[in-house]
């Protein structure tokens, strides 16, 4: 179950872009220039059928000597940590954020997906019972990207890390009031999560599609309200953090750098933070 934690977090995309922001349709791209050892940022998609890894992106992970993710889930302790972080502050409940009958559909609708009563989580955070139901959003068994590339790399005796703690991670999770988180869910379970079935496929096509741009203008759409409303905390801020942190690991190695596809588009975005600070960033076709 924790390991779906993070899946909902490659499906909120930022809203705007400009000069700096990325153009071309690639999820590969190369980091050089203003000392940094030639490294390279991969737009990944946490939950897909194929995560069959391309000759470009291979061949980018040969010619660096680490690879970072968002987190570092090569450590062991990372499922204790994560489960130290999925629980509501000041004893807040779900049953607490709807009213009975919402609480009820939303306990039946997570019955028949999940096959847990969400009498037995009522303390978690609503976003994280949400991410349970990712597979539900795929027409085939659940692929995971970030696992290839930790495969790959560990094959060859590269070291995993990542660019944020769980702490910081969790963190975003207490910055969006848990009402709204419940107040999503249970839309989801009065839809059927038909709404949210149908967004994920549009997105997993532009995903496979390599369109960044076309996922950025999906998100303007999106009837998902947590995507609209908190795309600052779910991807500019972490974004903004990660950009000192990688300028500090690819000055001293050169690096492969994993992070879902929706932290790179946009005026936001990894790549345009990048670019604004001197570094060629040049799509790999």
Not at 27 to 39: A, E, R, V, Y
Not at 113 to 142: A, E, Q, R, W
Not at 250 to 277: M, S
Request: proline share 3%; charged share 25%.
């Amino acid at each position: 179950m924790i390991k779906n934690i993070l899946k909902l977090l490659c499906f909120f995309v930022l809203a705007q872009t400009n000069a700096q922001a990325p153009t071309e349709k690639s999820l590969l791209w190369k980091i050089s220039g203003n000392g940094l050892k030639t490294s390279y940022l991969f737009g990944t998609m946490h939950a897909t059928c194929d995560a069959a890894l391309s000759p470009k992106v291979k061949e980018g992970l040969d010619n660096t000597q680490q690879l970072y993710l968002e987190l570092d889930m090569d450590d062991p302790s990372l499922q204790l940590q994560m489960m130290k972080g999925v629980n509501m502050k000041n004893g807040t409940k779900m049953s607490e954020l709807a009213t009975e009958s919402d609480f009820a559909a939303v306990d039946t609708f997570i019955k028949e997906n999940v096959g847990i009563s969400i009498k037995s989580m009522n303390t978690m955070k609503p976003f994280f019972v949400s991410s349970l139901l990712i597979t539900k959003m795929l027409d085939c068994p659940m692929q995971s990207i970030e696992q290839e590339l930790m495969k790959a790399a560990t094959g060859n005796n590269k070291q995993v890390f990542g660019l944020e703690t769980v702490d910081e991670q969790m963190g975003v999770f207490d910055a969006i009031p848990y009402q709204d988180q419940m107040n999503e869910l249970i839309k989801t379970a009065k839809n059927g999560m038909v709404d949210d079935k149908k967004e994920f496929q549009q997105l997993y096509s532009l995903y496979l599609q390599q369109d960044l741009n076309g996922m950025l203008a999906m998100s303007k759409e999106s009837k998902n309200s947590m995507s609209s409303k908190f795309e600052n905390e779910l991807l500019s801020q972490r974004n903004a953090n990660w950009i000192p942190r990688i300028e500090k690991v690819a000055i001293e190695k050169p690096t492969f750098f994993a992070v879902g596809a929706a932290h790179l588009g946009g005026d936001g975005g990894v790549i345009a933070l990048l670019r604004k600070k001197g570094y060629k960033v040049e799509a790999v076709k």
